[in-house]
């Protein structure tokens, strides 16, 4: 069970995220809590202020300390969790397959969505962890990347995915790239599966598999390949690989 907290001054934003697929599902069977709050209700002024001009000037608003700091407060857990809070930005650490590993051991992560210009920089230094950014592009606001990481945390959680061996071969996961699927038909306009796929042959189809999976990655990624332990088959699978298609690296 994992839970997340998640701020922000646009909580709608989340329902249809969290009202569909997998996410709902593991709501549902109690595997995943979201919970959203909305940073306006812990503003303490008459017209509950989130955001204000930036000292020094300039364009745009710029979200105030104050409420962030006070929803932090009230939602405090009591006991002592493993917990996380990150700050949503486009200057934060490259969110990777292994961050997303990592933060699925924690019992609680608090998202902190930023909007309009950003955030008062005394949130960054004072009451974040860790700063996360899902690429290099500006949104304009962190709740599409809190949902990417709602995502891809959630995935990692026993009994998030009805087959839990799936999710280890999943891409960045094994430190390749997945392979191709098909599915039924076995023929459409003349476009076979491949033979090995239908072979019945267990060992064939893993083997095909993972030689493909190196292809892919080869052709695709090969930085990836420069950051994993290859064993010697490998190796050998990626030369002959090289040597089918010479554009490869
Ligand atoms: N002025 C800021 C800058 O140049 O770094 C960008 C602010 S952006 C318009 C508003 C908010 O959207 C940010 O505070 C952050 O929470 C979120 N955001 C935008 N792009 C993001 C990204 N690539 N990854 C994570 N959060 C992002």
Redo the contacts with the bound molecule.
């Keep these: 069970m994992i839970v997340f907290d998640i701020l922000s001054v646009f909580p709608e934003m989340f329902q249809s995220t969290l009202g569909s697929s997998l996410i709902k599902k593991s709501i549902d069977k109690g595997l995943v809590e979201v919970n959203l709050h909305n940073i306006r209700d812990y503003t303490r002024d008459k017209h509950r202020t989130t955001d204000d001009t930036p000292y020094g000037g300039g364009g745009?608003m710029v979200?105030k300390v104050e409420p962030v700091a006070h929803t932090l407060k009230a939602i405090a857990p009591a006991g002592d969790e493993k917990k996380c809070v990150i700050?949503?930005?486009?200057?934060?650490e490259p969110f990777e397959q292994k961050i997303a590993e990592e933060l699925s051991h924690y019992s609680r992560i608090v998202l902190?969505?930023?909007?309009?210009?950003?955030?008062d920089e005394r949130v960054r230094e004072h009451l974040v962890d860790r700063e996360?950014?899902?690429?290099?592009?500006?949104?304009?606001?962190?709740e599409l990347?809190a949902m990417i990481v709602v995502d891809a945390v959630s995935r990692l959680v026993p009994g998030f995915v009805g087959n839990s061996d799936s999710v280890l071969y999943d891409s960045f996961s094994t430190g390749f790239l997945e392979g191709p699927h098909y599915t039924k038909p076995r023929e459409y306009e003349g476009w076979k599966v491949p033979d090995v796929l239908l072979s019945g042959h267990q060992k064939k189809i893993d083997e095909w598999r993972h030689r493909e999976s190196l292809r892919r990655t080869l052709k695709r990624r090969p930085d990836m390949l420069r950051q994993v332990d290859l064993t010697e088959e490998d190796k050998r699978v990626l030369e002959e690989l090289r040597a089918e298609d010479p554009g490869c690296v």
């Design positions: 745009g979200m700050l949503l930005s486009p200057q934060g902190i969505c930023g909007h309009y210009e950003g955030i996360i950014s899902i690429g290099d592009y500006v949104l304009s606001g962190g990347p």
